[in-house]
């Protein structure tokens, strides 16, 4: 079940999430994309309200802060991706953070096959569980990684607010917007562009972008999610379409173009532009130079 976003700061619409909320709903997940925080007081509110379970993914917002406090410590459940991309990584694999001892452990049975390891020999499996663990490597990784995490969204935060400051006066150009109380840890830069000021597409944009040494991308992940064939075809377990033609929802489901109007607009009018740690201010200048160069190229006269 998909909720909208709120243009402005890509996240979740939590007036939206409320109306897709039914007798059956078990949890929400808020998604902390490209690293600033959802508004995550209203979706508390909600989840005490209908006792949800609220999940936040940080994947992408590594020490992000919402209102003084960390990003994962606000839900029930908070989650990590430690994938090549993200601010600290291990290759692969990921971080589960709950302050819930029963969560916790149920976690901890579902990544390794369901063995309480509690109860000793012989083995008992207690649950359904699958094989998600880490290996001894990949933990070694990642508690190294655990040192410099700090420093790398720190740069990251000094590079993006050098950018912004740099662009801001670009016309047809909307750069990230972090409201009131937030801390944003920019795993990408979000650069909105109102496509009817340019004489050119997105994807023309964004090449010349690319054509200028700039490795920027045109929307994100293309389609929204439930625009993809497993959605739109159904296409479930065994061959079959359960689990959406079975009644766990109380209310009829179509993936359709339109049914998240806000992140379809969004995503047609996006430019995502990298945010490394390492850029200096010269690769920052040649970033805005770049955009400046662009967008006077294209802009309608």
């Known amino acids: ?51 949800l379970v609220l999940i936040e993914d940080c994947a992408q917002a590594y020490l992000a802060e919402y209102k003084g406090r960390l990003v994962g410590t606000i839900g029930d459940v908070g989650c990590f991706s430690l994938q090549q991309s993200k601010h600290m990584f291990t290759g692969d694999g990921g971080i589960t953070v709950t302050d819930d001892d029963e969560l916790a452990r149920k976690a901890r049975l579902f990544m390794d096959k369901g063995w309480d390891r509690s109860l000793g020999l012989p083995r008992a499996y207690v649950m359904l569980g699958f094989n998600y663990r880490m290996t001894e490597l990949q933990g070694a990784v990642a508690r190294a990684q655990l040192k410099k995490v700090r420093w790398v969204v720190e740069r990251r935060r000094r590079v993006a607010e050098s950018l912004t400051r740099k662009i801001s006066g670009i016309e047809g150009l909307t750069p990230p917007k972090v409201p ?12 909105k562009i109102e496509l009817s000021m340019f004489d050119a597409p997105l994807d023309d944009i964004v090449k010349a972008l690319q054509a200028e040494g700039i490795p920027a991308g045109a929307g994100y992940i293309g389609k929204p999610i439930y625009l993809a064939p497993l959605f739109t075809e159904k296409r479930g377990y065994g061959g079959t379409k359960c689990p959406w033609i079975c009644p766990l929802y109380g209310r009829e489901i179509g993936y359709r173009e339109g049914l998240c109007p806000q992140a379809e607009k969004t995503i047609s009018q996006l430019i ?20 400046e160069k662009v967008t006077s190229y294209y802009r309608r006269r």
Do not use: Q
């Open 1 to 51: 079940v998909f909720a909208d976003i709120d243009p402005d700061t890509y996240n979740l619409d939590p007036e939206d999430v409320r109306s897709k909320v039914t007798d059956k709903t078990k949890a929400v997940i808020a998604v902390h994309i490209f690293g600033l925080p959802a508004d995550m007081d209203p979706l508390v509110e909600l989840a005490e309200e209908k006792d």
């Open 180 to 191: 009131k109380g937030c801390k944003h840890s920019y795993w990408l830069y979000p650069l």
């Open 272 to 291: 995502t532009l990298p945010c490394n740690e390492y850029f200096t201010e010269e690769d920052v200048e040649d970033i805005a130079e770049a955009l």
